[in-house]
């Protein structure tokens, strides 16, 4: 007959890890081996060696994070440097300068500052970037740019937005919904030989609005070229195009003083 059942080979189950503080507050300058706690609070500088796992984050002041990042929900007033992979399973905000080394996957985000990621960065849902951003690739359902921004991959949603008045440069942009809108040059750019220019070598979309953006590919069943906008070549409709706008090959060189682009 049949012993009777046992637990797992190698004597009784593993105990169950401990449940996370209710809340962690520290202030002032602080260094630690990990996090863990339903909140924490930081005033003041932290610099944490391992993995970061809360519920819920707020740091006012500097955190640099050698380890991973995962949380419910981030509030950054001030600095935030992650080395490690960065998960947030709701909202992350950041007033201020952002660094992360590792891929990011946000809920949302929303970031107003410097924002230098040197992997890709993904959204469940919006994305918003105010200031500088600098990616090499970055995803989201509904992404809004306003600043400058470098990504040399590729730029994928449902909508992009962006509205830029500083040099920029993407790869591809892929979309639903494309707007781009450049910096115009004025009577002061052009006489202090002030250029901004904003560069896409591709555009693949059900819809694009360009303005002051020069772009190699665009492929959309409706376009509209705006104010200043350039596309080499189009696999499309434009639907409309302003007087300034221009099509076809041409030479990238910086206008002469005094000209128009």
Known sequence: MSGAATGPAGGAPAPAAPARPKELVDRGIVRRESVRADRWRLRGTAKVLGPIDVGRAEIDGTLVAGGSLSAETVRVRGSLDVEGPLA?????????????????RLGE??????????????????????????????????????GTATVPGRCRAMRVTA????????????AREVRLR??????????????????VERIEAESVELEAVDVEFVRAPTIVLG???HVTRVEGTVVRAHPTSRQGPESRSPPPDGLRR
């Open 88 to 104: 947030v399973t709701g909202a992350l905000t950041s007033d201020g300068a952002f660094s992360a080394r590792s891929t990011v």
């Open 109 to 146: 985000g929303s970031f107003h500052g410097a924002s230098r990621l040197t992997a890709a960065v993904e959204a469940a849902r919006s994305l918003e970037f105010r200031g500088t951003l600098v990616a090499p690739d970055v995803q989201a359902a509904d992404l809004r740019l306003e």
């Open 163 to 174: 509205r830029l008045d500083g040099t920029s440069q993407f790869g591809a942009v892929e």
């Open 182 to 199: 450049g910096h115009r040059t004025n009577v002061v750019d052009r006489a202090l030989l002030r250029w901004a220019e904003v560069t």
């Open 227 to 229: 104010p200043e906008s």
